[in-house]
């Protein structure tokens, strides 16, 4: 566990002060400062009785209270470019499912769980990450709601659905997410994703339609055939696993080239990984691989800080609390990341 009192003095207070002004009143802005600081104590109960057990100016917190979480999470994100921007960091996309028993909590739905990799009832997610200079931290987060939900008027009552919420794909929240930080000003050099995160061409397409360099996992590669077969060379070993570089062919933009990496697991060496990577044609393809193994690399980063925060953990079952409680945590785990940074 990240000890909190390792941190330099203030720096916390130095945290809470940057989103003070986003709760209008002094109420909301304290209870808010110690949500954040009872969740880096660990205070914060998960499971199904966590909401009773909180004292009830908390539980307003999350529901009723007046104050933006999207607000919020801007100011981490700049909090995040403060103490780690660079040009060539790296935004990683995660989904991730939390197995749900019951039908109440939002979002929950018979669904592909990515983390457990079966179908089962889940809440999913996706979290947006910035990694430079060997940090990381969460920059953007959204709930994903199956069309069941989006089109069953009393659940989405019962969970506080607003009315304008339309269905969205995982693409077009993962798309939504990345335009957010390209609009904010963000110094980044790549996008990249495992699991689900890139499957989808149509993400791929809209990034390479604004010059963004990217690296995902493929499920099932293919590069069409005027493909440099004699590319194939080995990059070496990274994250538990033996790179390659299969192939590469132009792009359609005109210095710019499409590759193909395999991974192969040292501890499953028959079931070789595939990554599809867009970039400038002089890219070193070791950089590649680097970039291709962020996402795997920045869940184990921040493993340690997101286990003792709770940030999934937390049995919150109406749709603002979700955005509020996962925000509140995102502050906590920025600053046992990056705290020290400053």
Request: proline fraction near 6%.
């Amino acid at each position: 566990m990240t000890a909190v009192a390792d941190r330099p003095a203030g720096a916390l207070d130095d945290l809470l002060a940057r989103f003070a002004s986003r709760f209008g009143r002094v109420e909301p802005r304290r209870n808010a400062a110690t949500y954040v600081r009872w969740l880096l104590e660990g205070r914060i109960p998960a499971g199904a009785t966590a909401a009773a057990a909180l004292p009830n100016r908390l539980n307003k917190l999350l529901t009723t209270a007046r104050w933006d979480a999207d607000a919020v999470r801007d100011d981490l994100r700049g909090y995040a470019v403060e103490t780690l921007g660079r040009t060539d960091a790296v935004l990683t996309v995660d989904q991730v499912g939390i197995t749900k028993r019951g039908s109440q909590s939002v979002g929950v739905h018979r669904q592909y769980n990515p983390v457990t990799e079966r179908f089962e009832s889940c809440q999913l997610s996706i979290f947006l990450a910035y990694a430079a200079g060997g940090g990381a931290t969460l920059v953007d987060r959204d709930l994903y709601l199956p069309a069941a939900w989006i089109e069953d008027p009393q659940r989405r009552a019962a969970a506080g659905v607003p009315d304008a919420v339309a269905y969205t794909g995982l693409t077009t929240l993962t798309q939504t997410m990345i335009e957010r930080t390209m609009a904010a000003g963000v110094p980044f050099g790549w996008v990249a994703g495992d699991g689900d995160a890139g499957q989808d061409p149509a993400l791929r397409q809209w990034l390479r339609a604004r010059r963004v360099r990217y690296a995902f996992a493929a499920a099932h590669p293919h590069l069409p055939p005027n493909t440099d077969s004699a590319a194939a060379f080995v990059l070496g070993s990274l994250g538990g696993g033996r790179w390659s570089a299969v192939a590469r062919r132009p792009a359609a933009e005109p210095g710019w080239m499409h590759w193909l990496l395999a991974r192969t697991p040292e501890d499953r060496p028959g079931r070789p990984e595939f990554h599809v990577c867009y970039c400038p044609g002089g890219t070193e393809p070791l950089r590649l691989a680097e970039v291709a193994d962020t996402p795997r690399a920045v869940r184990e980063a921040l493993r340690p800080a997101t286990e003792q925060i709770g940030l999934t953990r937390y049995e919150v079952r109406q749709y603002q609390a979700w955005y509020r409680h996962v925000t509140l945590a995102m502050a906590a785990q920025a600053y046992l990341v990056a705290g020290g940074r400053g």
